[in-house]
């Protein structure tokens, strides 16, 4: 069975989650990105062996979206933690 912990309820079974995929950085000026660049940005994936950073989803939860390190042959997940705060998150408006 397949562990998944929360950074906000703690460890669970995995079928309270649903994958977000692979971390994959957005293009950092998108107007100035080339057509090939954003195929590649969308469609592209490296399927690494090893060690992998991933989204998930506590659907059955909190619905906090959360990184996870995860090897993709063993399936086990060596540590989780909160996606960085970017820029105007949380901010509210006046």
Request: charged share 20%; proline share 9%; hydrophobic share 30%.
């Amino acid at each position: 069975m397949l562990i998944l912990s929360c950074p906000n309820c703690g460890p669970r079974n995995a079928s309270e989650f649903r994958y977000g995929g692979e971390v994959n950085p957005r293009p950092a000026d998108p107007q100035a990105t080339s057509d090939e660049a954003w195929a590649s940005y969308l469609y592209v994936r490296p399927n690494r062996l090893g060690l992998q950073s991933e989204w998930w989803y506590h659907r059955a939860g909190c619905g906090l979206w959360f990184l996870a390190e995860r090897h993709t042959y063993t399936g086990q997940v060596s540590k989780t933690w909160l996606p960085p705060a970017t820029e105007g998150e949380g901010e509210r408006a006046a």
